[in-house]
């Protein structure tokens, strides 16, 4: 089976400081990949470097069949692949309406049916078409989340690139918003590449995930694996223990 | 136990652009000795607040009233403002979200907690700085006389959240009011930060109130939380017993939650009911 996304020995290096080494991985279409590790790890960067924000500076990122796909940065990847950013906050023009953030993209890739295609991406969101004229401040974190899921998917991309898109949420918005992206992905067939911090959201969401550190990968495992403890390092492991919460004394980890 | 903080009926109303109140918070009681207390709510649910209110940081617009708001048998609400600012830091002592934002940016991390030690205790500056050394090494930072001399832009936001403990925690106060204390760290961190929080709080005998938006890491740090929805309590429970919790909406904010090792999809949501803001 094709990758929908292979990347090979990607670098993203910034005045000689390597903020992603040497990392590859690939996924298939229709799966959901997760990408863990702390501040600094470099898994927002690979992110980036995939929807072009971020320069690549050695490897190679393909997306779709073989090498006949499009090139990463060109405005055919661009359709093909969009992100949903961390803060909801900050993504969305606060100046615009929803609806003219919502025909931006379509105006930029030149779609027609612009009027039927931000009434139906309001619906698949759950947020309806009363919410069409409204800015963004006039919103809650959650409905702005929605509104930034909604301008991804307008486009009707194969792969979805979520950069912790739940982490600037309460705990109960986090349960709503995931449950939509869950049921987008099944009813597009979208391919999900999801970065964040929580263990838990990345094995309730993801197939797959990656534990990343200083920029390199750590290792690539099955979450049912890292559920069982089928682990293979140990800073996995550590990791593992930090999300199951605080431990009084003795079996608290010796701080560093 | 003598209560050491007494909150009866704590109500804090903001005006808004018409002028008239809204209460932020409706109504907070409770009661805290020398034990850690959770306060755990959603955004905008009144937990900062009601912390605020305890040190007197409520923005000047704000109405708090209170049937009692008490520390150690003194009357916030009647304090003067000299005698309010002599309690905060000295035996009333906060620790905020972000390190980067709540440390002078222009000032070195040492000369900080100087400065907070020489506004409470008359102490010469040689032993002022050996005080501030050895409060860094209690928060298990590695070379305290290099960490001494560096800018908060300098430090990691895990020491940079220990120097905030060290700078509150050297004045020795009574109570410590820590708001999402851990919420900017990663999870590693924070449980290093939680660590030294929880070892330093236990051998003073401090009172803490632990405010956070975490159910789980609350419940798993202090002794009894309360949980507080749409500025009121909804239920007070021990930290040992949040699997019987009561009230629907902590048992919803329990649920939502994604769980290593299960297999929930989707997720359990949040029904509100309109009746729990009553």
């Given amino acids: ?256 | 136990m003598s209560a050491l903080l007494t909150v009866e009926d704590l109500r804090i109303a903001f005006p808004n652009r018409d002028g008239d109140p809204v209460e932020a918070v409706r109504g907070v009681s409770f009661s805290l000795g020398r034990e850690r207390l959770g306060i755990v709510g959603e955004s905008g649910s009144g937990k900062s607040q009601t912390g605020r209110a305890i040190l007197g940081l409520t923005p000047p617009q704000a109405i708090v009233t209170a049937r009692t708001l008490a520390f150690d048998g003194i009357d916030l609400l009647k304090a003067a403002p000299a005698e309010r600012r002599a309690l905060r830091g000295a035996r009333i002592g906060m620790v905020l979200q972000d390190p980067k934002y709540s440390l002078n940016p222009v000032m070195t991390v040492g000369d900080q907690i100087v400065e907070a030690l020489q506004a409470h205790e008359n102490v010469g500056d040689r032993e002022a700085r050996e005080r501030a050394l050895a409060m860094l090494a209690a928060v298990q930072i590695d070379r305290p006389a290099r960490v001494f001399g560096l800018y908060p832009h300098e430090v990691s936001g895990g020491m940079g959240q220990r120097v905030m403990i060290a700078m509150m925690l050297i004045a020795d106060p009574d109570l410590l009011i820590a708001d999402e204390p851990t919420s900017a760290l990663d999870v590693t961190v924070q449980l290093q930060v939680l660590s030294i929080l929880d070892r330093l709080v236990g051998e003073r005998g401090m009172g803490l109130i632990f405010i956070s938006h975490d159910l789980r890491l609350v419940s798993s740090f202090c002794d009894r939380v309360l949980v507080i929805y749409a500025g009121r309590v909804v239920e007070e429970i021990a930290a040992a017993d949040l699997g019987a919790a009561q009230h629907p909406y902590t048992r919803g904010l329990l649920a939502c939650l994604p769980r290593l090792g299960e297999h929930r999809h989707p997720l359990p949501v949040l029904s509100r009911d309109p009746e729990w803001a009553r």
């Avoid at chain 1, 409905?143 to 930034?148: K, V």
């Avoid at chain 1, 049921?183 to 999900?192: D, I, K, M």
């Fill in chain 1, 1 to 256: 089976m094709s990758a929908a996304l292979q990347v090979n020995d990607l670098a993203v290096v910034y005045d000689g400081y390597r903020a992603v080494d040497g990392v590859s991985f690939a996924v298939a279409p229709g799966e959901s990949f997760g990408i863990v590790g702390e501040s600094g790890s470099g898994k927002s960067t690979i992110l980036r470097a995939v929807c072009g924000l971020a320069p690549v500076t050695e490897g190679r990122i393909a997306v779709g069949a073989e090498a006949g796909g499009p090139r990463p940065g060109s405005r055919a990847f661009r359709r093909k692949v969009q992100m949903v950013f961390q803060d909801p906050y900050g993504s969305l023009h606060p100046r615009q309406t929803v609806d003219r953030i919502l025909a931006e993209p379509l105006a930029i890739h030149r779609v027609p049916d612009a009027e039927t295609r931000i009434t139906r991406a309001l619906d698949e969101v759950g947020l309806g078409t009363g919410f069409r004229f409204r800015f963004p401040h006039q919103l809650s974190g959650g409905q702005r989340q929605r509104i930034a899921i909604a301008r991804a998917l307008i486009l009707e991309p194969d792969i979805l690139l979520l950069d912790e898109p739940t982490s600037a949420l309460d705990a109960s918005v986090q349960a709503e918003v995931l449950n939509l992206l869950e049921e987008l992905r099944v009813r597009r067939h979208l391919t999900f590449v999801m970065v964040s911090h929580d263990l838990a959201v990345v094995t309730h969401m993801c197939g797959r995930l990656m534990v990343m550190r200083n920029g390199r990968s750590v290792e690539i495992l099955p979450s049912q694996s890292l559920i069982r403890g089928d682990i293979r390092s140990d800073y996995t492991r550590d990791l593992m223990t930090a999300s199951l919460g605080f431990r009084r004394r003795a079996d608290a980890p010796a701080p560093g």
